[in-house]
């Protein structure tokens, strides 16, 4: 028998966002997130802080049964506590903080690219850039890779990805020292390989072949689950910035700067001008504060503070508010379109 | 000039702090206990000299009149164990010939490090590294002196005290007087934690024992952690009793399923009498912890004058690193004075 003056609170990591069929309860600690029905979003919000009879009096007894049986499952997945001293337990500050300028860059490359990597990387660092992918759509020598690498050596940056096409120099026994020896290089993936493998090093550090060519940015801005973010930094990030495109820069292969290679507009070219001065310009930061809830569609998904979102590829070009276009998923029915 | 002292490896902390120090346009300069050692070189003359240090073919003067403030995050002097060469053949004399080296090339490190910190004394610091070795008993006086509840605690080389002891107080822990230690054993790193106590293992003990110390064993409905910053408190409760393996010490860390930790409120009394007791130790900096009993009780275990603080701003998103680069922006301008930022 339930002690009906209890008062149940969610822990503050544990976040309900509500969507238009169903919501979520985001576990930004767990990093993972369950999904419940839109009635519990709502004793868990506009009611927060009332005892269990308070709430089954909210709804004129009629669903106690239910409530019950809520609670027990938020108890059981260790979401919420029964709490005797609510003032003690604020929720969560959602503010979102950075002190860099710029906090991930993409650099394209293909055969054709002519770039200073000493300069942008010398940029970047400037800017206090912690994370960099760099994306060879073309065939690059294991000697062009540690020379980039070797510049980066000394820097803040705290990650960085490498994707490289395949070629014969790109076999796992060059590949593994070069993760080895740079402790920043997370990943390198190669894309056209003959197969597809995936491998772990003891570091963390993955080393991943995939037989699917990546010849162009077009092959970016998917939105899929596997691509959800579910913590404090990406959620919090979320509530006011889009989360791809904030503090992010790019240079495409040929040169010009960009909120993202695959985006039309460009700040100015490497070659002529300074990532500093392309930052400077007013327009750069347009797209940063357009978060999911101005975004068509998404603003009513339950997955829209763990999501990618893409300004690039989107369902209606001229409308710069329109839902992702690689996005499948319809909130309204809760349903994902099979491709 | 800020200057930085760190350590040379897992200070994900330090380098965030830089980065808010950055972002507020403060110069610093980062220096870790490791680089002291025999892979940088550098010499200092005395008296009144400046340390100069090359470092990655990089010659840089420290001089104590350019550090305004320094921020003592903390300090490995790490020399790392390269064996030393001996002339002895009898392996165990050498094996105990190089334990005594190495204490002593320690103890030679450690001086440095507080010759380095004395020509420093001018500068403003965040937490000076001579108050950072606390007594754990003076600070429970000194706790109980504030209002504070503190354990029943025993520190005894009688078993006949510890029976009864135990008989008093039911369950009891122990843990060890000072900073506990890891021992590195072969491929184990050996932990002193706080352990629970139980009449078996009692029933096992000598009649009289190394000095110990024992406290009641409290029941926990959760427990805090609380940073104290320049007599601000931000605490973080810790739900460690939904757990078998952190009951007894939540750093016995579950890493699969994490014990929850989410942000919290101290009754404002409590905060009161924690300020007090930081004013009382002379901290400006302390990471605190306390346990709430399932009778509403607050009883107050510890405050560790360096405490690692990145692990109650990040779950409980306070952005203190934020607070320190401001608190010491504010130190680099204006000195020890208090001032508000």
């Not at chain 1, 710029?102 to 990387?121: Q, W």
């Not at chain 2, 931000?234 to 929850?260: C, E, G, L, W």
Request: charged fraction near 30%; proline fraction near 4%; charge should be negative.
């Amino acid at each position: 028998m339930q002690d009906k003056s209890r008062i149940f609170m969610l822990f503050a990591c544990c976040i309900p966002v509500l969507g238009a069929r169903r919501s979520t309860i985001c576990d930004l600690q767990r990093q993972t997130f369950r999904f419940i029905p839109n009635g519990l979003h709502e004793i868990l919000t506009e009611h927060r802080g009332k005892t269990v009879a308070g709430i089954e009096a909210a709804y004129g007894h009629e669903y106690d049964a239910e409530i019950a049986e809520y609670f027990e499952f938020l108890i059981a997945h260790e979401l919420g506590f029964w709490c005797d001293d609510p003032d003690c337990f604020p929720e969560i500050d959602l503010t979102w903080k950075a002190p860099e300028r710029i906090t991930n860059a993409i650099l394209d490359v293909d055969a054709e690219s002519r770039h200073d990597f000493d300069k942008i990387l010398r940029e970047l660092d400037d800017l206090g850039c912690k994370a960099l992918q760099i994306r060879f759509y073309d065939a690059v020598g294991l000697a062009e890779l540690e020379r980039v690498l070797e510049l980066a050596r000394y820097g803040r940056l705290r990650s960085i990805d490498l994707l490289v096409r395949y070629s014969e120099e790109m076999a796992e026994v060059d590949l593994e020292p070069l993760l080895r020896k740079h402790g920043r290089l997370s990943s390198i993936v190669v894309h056209s390989a003959p197969e597809d493998r995936l491998k772990r090093l003891p570091s963390g550090a993955l080393l991943s072949y995939r037989t699917k060519s990546v010849d162009s940015p077009h092959c970016c801005g998917e939105v899929h689950p596997r691509y959800f973010v579910t913590n404090i930094g990406c959620f919090s990030e979320a509530q006011k910035h889009n989360t791809c495109l904030n503090k992010k820069i790019s240079v495409d292969t040929r040169g010009e700067i960009k909120n993202c290679p695959s985006l039309a507009r460009s700040f100015g070219n490497i070659r002529t001008t300074s990532l500093h001065n392309a930052l400077a310009h007013r327009d750069f930061r347009e797209l940063w504060s357009i978060n999911k809830d101005r975004i068509d569609v998404c603003r009513d998904c339950e997955f829209r503070y763990v999501c990618t979102d893409c300004r690039a590829y989107i369902a209606e070009p001229q409308n710069l508010y329109s839902k992702p276009s690689k996005c499948t998923y319809d909130p309204y029915t809760a349903a994902w379109r099979s491709a | 000039m800020i200057l930085v002292l760190s350590q040379s490896s897992h200070e994900l902390t330090t380098e965030e702090v830089m980065d808010w120090l950055e972002d507020l346009g403060l110069p610093c300069l980062r220096l870790n206990g490791e680089d002291l050692d025999a892979d940088s070189s550098w010499s200092a003359r005395v008296p009144g000299g400046d340390f100069e240090i090359t470092l990655d073919g990089r010659t840089l003067k420290l001089a104590a009149g350019d550090i305004q403030a320094v921020w003592f995050r903390r300090w490995a002097h790490g020399r790392r164990d390269q064996p030393v060469e001996l002339i002895l053949d009898d392996s165990r004399e050498r094996q105990e010939a190089q334990r005594e080296i190495s204490s002593h090339l320690d103890q030679e490190m450690a001086r440095l490090s507080g010759y380095l910190f004395s020509q420093l004394h001018d500068a403003a610091w965040l937490s000076r590294p001579s108050i950072t070795r606390l007594n754990k008993l003076e600070v429970l006086e000194e706790a109980a002196r504030a209002g504070l509840e503190v354990p029943a605690t025993l520190i005894t080389t009688r078993k006949k005290h510890l029976e009864e002891f135990m008989r008093t107080h039911g369950g009891i822990i122990t843990k060890s007087i000072g900073e506990s230690r890891a021992l590195h054993l072969g491929d184990y790193f050996h932990t002193m934690l706080t352990a629970e106590i139980g009449t078996d293992l009692i029933a096992q003990l000598p009649e009289d024992l190394f000095p110990s110390l024992f406290q009641e064993k409290l029941d926990k409905r959760y427990e805090i952690r609380a940073f104290y910053l320049a007599g601000e408190l931000y605490s973080m409760a810790i739900f460690s009793q939904i757990d078998d393996q952190t009951r007894v010490d939540f750093r016995h860390y579950n890493n699969v399923k994490p014990n929850r930790v989410v942000p919290f409120k101290l009754p404002a009394d409590i905060a009161d009498r924690i300020s007090r007791l930081m004013g009382a130790l002379e901290l400006e900096t302390g990471s605190l912890d306390l346990v709430k009993t399932t009778d509403g009780r607050y009883v107050f275990l510890e405050v560790n004058p360096v405490g690692q603080f990145g692990m109650v701003s990040k779950p409980c998103n306070y952005h203190l690193e934020q607070r320190v680069a401001e608190i010491l922006a504010r130190k680099a301008r204006h000195g020890n004075s208090p001032q508000p930022v």
